[in-house]
């Protein structure tokens, strides 16, 4: 158990829709990142956010958003759901905002299906 | 843009036998590397990590990996496999904190799904 949490476990919806995606990063950590997998992208990096702030985008897609909040948790808001967002999302979190010895923890994991 | 590549889908390997799996890394400055693996309907769990020093880092579950600079490679090994090592590995690379502008996430590879039979 990394102590990172995320929630639900599953989310099946329809296309079009808007989900959201929490995120629980473990004690004491100020950054949060998001990730995609797929099938045909495999893990990429979505976004970061440190201690509130927004960090660094990766390949997120305009339709997808993300905040951190004063508690230190994260929602990554994904809307107009297509059926290719299905995927497994992983949450990550770590002390550093980034840099050497950053170490990131990950999550179980959310996994969407859009239908 | 730091790039890493898994050259092996699949491995089969017999319990009991040794194993390496390959990552290869594009990166222009000091990379930072990592092992993590993902078993079915898991998350991804860190084996190990190299940021400076010492080029072979010893993780969990008797693994280790030897960062080669010349070759741009992170390659992880273990002397003996157990059935429960069957999982998918995946190869990271980190990015330094202000490349870019700002702090990227990891890269990772494809992965390599490792197969062991009994």
């Known amino acids: 158990d990394s102590g990172v949490t995320q929630t639900p476990k599953h989310l099946i919806t329809a296309t079009g829709q808007r989900v959201t995606l929490r995120c629980s990063p473990r004690s004491g950590d100020l950054s949060v990142y998001w990730y995609q997998q797929s099938l045909d992208q495999g893990l990429q990096f979505l976004i970061h956010?440190?201690?509130?702030?927004?960090?660094a985008k990766g390949n997120i897609l305009e339709r997808f958003s993300a905040q951190q909040f004063p508690d230190l948790h994260s929602e990554l808001n994904l809307s107009s759901l297509e059926l290719g967002d299905s995927a497994l999302y992983f949450c990550a979190s770590s002390v550093l905002a980034g840099g050497l010895y950053n170490e990131q923890f990950f999550g179980p994991g959310t996994r969407l299906t859009v239908l | 843009a730091q790039s890493v590549t898994q050259p092996d889908i699949h491995i089969t390997v017999s319990e009991g036998a040794s194993l390496e799996l390959r990552c290869n890394y594009s990166?222009?400055?000091?990379?930072?590397l990592f092992w993590y693996v993902q078993s079915p309907g898991q998350g991804l769990q860190l084996l190990l990590k190299y940021f400076s020093g010492d080029t072979l880092v010893q993780g969990i579950k008797g693994f280790e990996a030897e960062f080669k600079r010349s070759q741009s490679s992170f390659n992880l090994r273990k002397p003996s496999v157990h059935w429960s090592d069957a999982a998918e590995y995946f190869c990271a690379v980190g990015a330094e904190e202000y490349s870019g502008g700002g702090a990227d996430g990891l890269t990772f590879g494809k992965g390599t799904h490792l197969i062991i039979q009994p």
């Open positions: 990166y222009g400055a000091t990379p930072y």
């Open positions: 956010y440190y201690n509130g702030e927004e960090r």
